[in-house]
């Protein structure tokens, strides 16, 4: 089964300011539906206009659980060693054909031995060769500013330093793509900023009963 990709892309948002603090400024985003529903798994992420970014040595684990990938999307910065521990009691065998990531971890149980190092920022879609149904979806990106929202739509993204930003959003099926927006964080209070996104509805995939198989 290959997972599904879709182009990495931005969605317009309203510039804002946000409250600078001693550590940073806090910046928060809503993200909704064309109808006003609030949308889940939104990555958002602010790229510094000037380009420098601090390198943040990360360990990230995606967890097969259920016969489900846990979470449905990631979001690391460029450089980041990601786990994929097996909590079930059958085996999984987890790949990807992504160009940003190709890899694979063959049959196994348990912890596999090394990390995933996610070296080139992209998409990135998992999939399992033993369990069809199996999804998630990695963003590799080059800075450390970022989040994703949650079932209310909204993410919050702390310690970001006052600057020029390029605001990027993407989903993993979002239907259309937009041009990045620039938002400055700076002295003024903080407002939220709010976007509207329009994202097609997940596809069900049939998930036969757990057995005592191996697999």
């Not at 089964?1 to 400024?25: E, N």
């Not at 149980?109 to 070296?119: C, E, K, L, N």
């Not at 209310?152 to 979002?174: F, N, S």
Request: net charge positive; proline share 7%; hydrophobic share 45%.
């Amino acid at each position: 089964m290959r997972a599904r990709q879709r182009s990495f892309a931005a969605v317009a948002a309203v510039a804002c300011m946000a409250a600078l603090d001693a550590g940073g400024a806090g910046f928060e985003v809503r993200v909704q539906s064309q109808a006003g529903a609030p949308i889940e798994d939104v990555a958002v992420v602010l790229e510094p206009v000037s380009g420098r970014v601090p390198q943040l040595k990360a360990q990230v684990s995606i967890e097969q659980r259920d016969r489900e990938f846990v979470p449905y999307l990631s979001i690391v910065q460029k450089g980041a060693a990601v786990n994929f521990p097996n909590r079930d009691t059958l085996k999984h065998h987890v790949y990807s054909f992504s160009p940003a990531k190709t890899f694979e971890i063959k049959l196994y149980a348990g912890q596999p031995a090394q990390p995933v190092v996610f070296d080139k920022a992209g998409e990135v879609a998992l999939g399992c060769n033993i369990h069809d149904w199996m999804e998630a979806h990695v963003l590799v990106v080059d800075s450390p500013w970022f989040g994703k929202t949650g079932a209310d739509g909204i993410v919050r993204i702390a310690q970001v330093p006052a600057g020029r930003y390029r605001l990027r959003t993407w989903h993993p099926r979002q239907k259309t793509a937009a041009a990045a927006q620039e938002v400055v964080i700076g002295a003024t209070p903080a407002r939220r900023t709010e976007l509207a996104l329009d994202v097609a509805p997940r596809e069900p995939r049939h998930k036969p009963p757990a057995d005592s198989g191996s697999y």
